[in-house]
């Protein structure tokens, strides 16, 4: 079992930058590659980050592309999201994944997760 624990949302006006965390329990966390998803209202959940499991690797979401970074520090079991440049269409709440090591290419498609967290909300005002 691995326990997510996402925090770091909050309210932030457009143009602003937030970095939300993931910290991991329980298995190994180099073990996994790990993502970040996000849920906007009255929208379906959606992929936005993936990192394999040494961090070397990272892919985004179209949308995200340029302005959002992920990134992971194994040795204390966090996954982070560094969003810059935020717009209203980032208001969400954004979910931790982790699946395992070998399913890092698949990521993006939610049947790769085993774990996920309970969300944070991040909230953009214009």
């Known amino acids: 079992q691995v326990q997510l624990v996402e925090s770091g949302g909050g309210l932030v006006q457009a143009g602003d930058s937030l970095r939300v965390s993931c910290a991991a329990s329980?298995?190994?966390?180099?073990?996994?590659?790990m993502g970040w998803f996000r849920q906007a209202p009255g929208k379906e959940r959606e992929f936005v980050a993936a990192?394999?499991?040494?961090?070397?690797?990272?892919y985004y979401a179209d949308s995200v592309k340029g302005r959002f970074t992920i990134s992971r520090d194994n040795e204390n079991s966090t996954l982070y999201l560094q969003m810059d440049s935020l717009n209203v269409e980032d208001t969400a709440v954004y979910y931790c994944?982790?699946?395992?090591?070998?399913?890092?290419?698949?990521?993006?498609?939610?049947?790769?997760?085993?774990?996920w967290g309970k969300g944070t909300l991040v909230t953009v005002s214009s």
């Open positions: 994944a982790a699946a395992d090591w070998s399913e890092y290419d698949v990521m993006a498609a939610e049947y790769a997760v085993d774990y």
């Open positions: 990192i394999n499991w040494s961090g070397m690797y990272t």
């Open positions: 329980g298995r190994t966390f180099s073990g996994y590659a």
